[in-house]
């Protein structure tokens, strides 16, 4: 099977298992698992912020950032096709009991200027935007990268407004690796940032949230009201930190391998790629046909993708797969398009 659903579909590799049945465990809603405050410290030097907190995934970390930089009735900024608003099942209503205020992002980048003028001020009426949340790759646009200028304007813009700023960074170091700029560059533009080491980072789970001391701590106690309180989870932690050393810098081939798909898909008549030249890991097509029986199609040829709109596909790229799977990916494809 040629999986290119997403990239939560990798698996540990033998080393990075390796480095999970070796791993040092403690307990650690006690604070006592070396391997998972290892973690946390190397995440945290690594993004230039004073703490971090390890999560079960990046839905948890998107709650708890939301709950805890928010009170209820808070109006929360974001793209109306951040995944906080389409793939979390309402957890700003349900969790943070926040009010969403949306914007549109051409190609993932939100307009400043729009930016500029949605903040509202606590007044008898509104209850005052307390929180703006933006996504970085952006998932939706395709892996779009937001450019370090664009953050540094939009953090400008909340703090003159006295909010805060979160970052899904879910894909934050496939935006480092095909942008150049730090993480810690990026994240200066944030208070608080989750990045996912389930995805391209090839670990079985996790997310790690970092921010200020105080921001983490108070993170710490809703990750336990919401049930992600874990106990000897270094055998985790062991696995992400692996992927920290080991996973950063390769993921420039699975942008180069995306690439490869874009351009190759591109030649065939009948598909809109709708970027030829993906930033990062992602590949999405329009076709004139139903997506769903593309995909089971290709199914039926060992290649697994995603039906993500009723006529578009998207294909993710990740360590599970090759370059030579890319050329095979396109010959199937283009042999399913010449036989229709
Ligand atoms: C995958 C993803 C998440 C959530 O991650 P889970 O670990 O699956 O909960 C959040 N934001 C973005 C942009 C993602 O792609």
């Known amino acids: 099977m040629i999986d290119l659903r997403s990239d939560t579909v990798t698996k540990p590799t033998p080393a990075m298992r390796n480095a999970m049945a070796n791993a040092e465990v403690g307990d650690d809603v006690y604070d006592d698992d070396p391997t998972v405050n290892r973690l946390q410290e190397v995440s945290a030097k690594l993004l230039g912020k004073e703490a971090a907190l390890f999560t079960p995934s990046g839905t948890m970390s998107n709650a708890i950032a939301m709950k805890v930089h928010t009170r209820p009735g808070d109006e929360v900024l974001m793209d109306t096709e951040a995944h906080s608003m389409l793939y979390e099942l309402g957890l700003p209503a349900t969790i943070a009991h926040v009010l969403t205020r949306q914007f549109r992002s051409a190609k993932g980048v939100p307009d400043v200027e729009e930016i500029r003028h949605s903040f509202h001020a606590e007044s008898l009426h509104n209850p005052g935007t307390t929180l703006i949340l933006l996504e970085n790759t952006h998932n939706r646009a395709g892996g779009e990268i937001i450019p370090l200028g664009v953050m540094r304007e939009i953090y400008q813009i909340t703090k003159s407004h006295d909010a805060s700023l979160h970052l899904d960074g879910a894909r934050l170091f496939n935006a480092v690796t095909a942008s150049g700029v730090s993480a810690a560059e990026?994240?200066?533009?944030?208070?608080?940032?989750?990045?996912?080491?389930?995805?391209?980072?090839?670990?079985?789970?996790?997310?790690?949230?970092?921010?200020?001391?105080?921001?983490?701590?108070?993170?710490?106690?809703?990750r336990k009201m919401l049930g992600g309180g874990m106990r000897q989870v270094g055998i985790l932690?062991?696995?992400?930190?692996?992927?920290?050393?080991?996973?950063?810098?390769?993921?420039?081939?699975?942008?180069?391998n995306a690439r490869l798909l874009a351009q190759g898909l591109a030649q065939i008549s009948g598909i809109r790629v709708r970027n030829i030249s993906p930033p990062t890991n992602m590949v999405y097509f329009d076709i004139d046909a139903s997506s769903d029986v593309l995909c089971r199609k290709m199914r039926a040829q060992n290649v697994l993708a995603n039906p993500i709109e009723e006529q578009t596909v998207r294909l993710v790229t990740h360590l599970g797969v090759n370059e030579s799977q890319m050329r095979e990916t396109v010959k199937i494809i283009q042999e399913i398009y010449e036989k229709s």
């Open 186 to 222: 990026f994240v200066e533009n944030a208070d608080s940032v989750t990045f996912c080491l389930s995805k391209g980072l090839g670990c079985p789970i996790g997310s790690v949230l970092c921010g200020t001391h105080e921001f983490i701590h108070r993170a710490r106690r809703v």
């Open 237 to 256: 932690a062991a696995a992400g930190l692996y992927a920290l050393e080991n996973h950063i810098e390769r993921l420039e081939t699975d942008h180069a």
